[in-house]
C-alpha cells in the first residue's frame, strides 16, 4: 500500500526521534545523522510526497525503477543514492542520476562509474560497502582488502571517496548490532590514519538504527519505518 501524505509525515517525524533519542544517549548533535529514505519499490509519488513533508535524500536499490525515478521526479532538490548490488552493463545510469553510491566493493565497478560520470557534474560520493559479518555469502568486500581497494578508488578522478557501508547480518542482539558497527567504525578510522580524508559511516535500518548512531552513523538508511511494509 502506498502511504498518505499524512502517514509519510507521521512516519518522518517519529524516525526524527528515534535518531533525536539515540544522539541524546550518545551525546551527539542531531544533525550529525543524515536520514536517508529508502524508496525502493514505492513509486515516484511516495517520494514526491515525503519530498513535501521536507525529506530530500533518497536511496533506491534497482536499475532501472531507481533511475526512471529519479528521471521522473526531475527535482533538483531531492539527491538520490545508490545503495543496491552494481552489475557491471548498470554504471551507466547510475553514473548519471545519482548523486551518491554506497555499495562499491570492486574496482572496476568504481573503474567504470568514474569513466561514466559527466565532468560536467559534482563528482559522484562514494561509500566502500564492507562485510562485516564475516559470512563468504554476504557482499561487500572482505576487511583484510579493503585498504587496497580504498587506494584505489581514491585515486579515481570523478569519484569522491566518503566512507564506509554495511548491511550486517540481522539481529536482535544489540550487543552484536553494536560490535558490528564498532567493527565499521574502526575501520573508517584506520584509513583516516593511512591519511584518507573520509567522513562517512552508512549504517542503520529501521531496526537497528540506535545500535548504528550509538556507534557512530553519519547516514542512516531507513525504509520500512517510513514507507510501511514493501510493495
Ligand atoms: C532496503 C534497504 C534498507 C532499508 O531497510 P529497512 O529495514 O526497510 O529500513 C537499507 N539499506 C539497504 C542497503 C537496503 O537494501
Redesign the pocket.
Known amino acids: 500500500m502506498v502511504p498518505s501524505a499524512r502517514a509519510l509525515q507521521a512516519n518522518l517525524l517519529t524516525v526524527h526521534e528515534r535518531i533525536g533519542r539515540a544522539c541524546a544517549r550518545a551525546g551527539r548533535r542531531p544533525e550529525s545523522v543524515l536520514l536517508l529514505a529508502?524508496s525502493?519499490t514505492f513509486p515516484a509519488d511516495a517520494v514526491r510526497a515525503a519530498a513535501g513533508a521536507g525529506q530530500h535524500h533518497f536511496?533506491e536499490?534497482y536499475i532501472p525503477e531507481g533511475s526512471d525515478k529519479a528521471f521522473e521526479l526531475n527535482n533538483p532538490a531531492l539527491i538520490w543514492h545508490f545503495?543496491?548490488p552494481i552489475q557491471s552493463n548498470k554504471t551507466h545510469p547510475i553514473a548519471q542520476y545519482f548523486q551518491w553510491v554506497?555499495?562499491i566493493e570492486r574496482e572496476k565497478i568504481a573503474r567504470r562509474l568514474s569513466e561514466q560520470r559527466d565532468p560536467g557534474q559534482p563528482p559522484l560520493q562514494v561509500c566502500l560497502q564492507v562485510n562485516v559479518s564475516g559470512e563468504g555469502s554476504k557482499s561487500g568486500v572482505a576487511p583484510e582488502d579493503l585498504f587496497a581497494l580504498a587506494d584505489e578508488v581514491a585515486a579515481l578522478p570523478r569519484l569522491r571517496l566518503r566512507g564506509l557501508m554495511a548491511?550486517p547480518e540481522p539481529t536482535h542482539d544489540e550487543s552484536l548490532q553494536r560490535a558490528r558497527f564498532a567493527q565499521l567504525r574502526g575501520l573508517l578510522e584506520s584509513l583516516r590514519q593511512r591519511g584518507h580524508d573520509m567522513d562517512t559511516l552508512s549504517m542503520g535500518?529501521?531496526?537497528d538504527l540506535e545500535a548504528a548512531v550509538m556507534e557512530g552513523a553519519t547516514i542512516v538508511?531507513?525504509?520500512?519505518?517510513i514507507f510501511g511494509e514493501?510493495i
Open positions: 529508502v525502493k536511496g536499490n545503495i543496491g554506497h555499495t548491511i535500518m529501521s531496526a538508511r531507513i525504509g520500512t519505518a514493501r
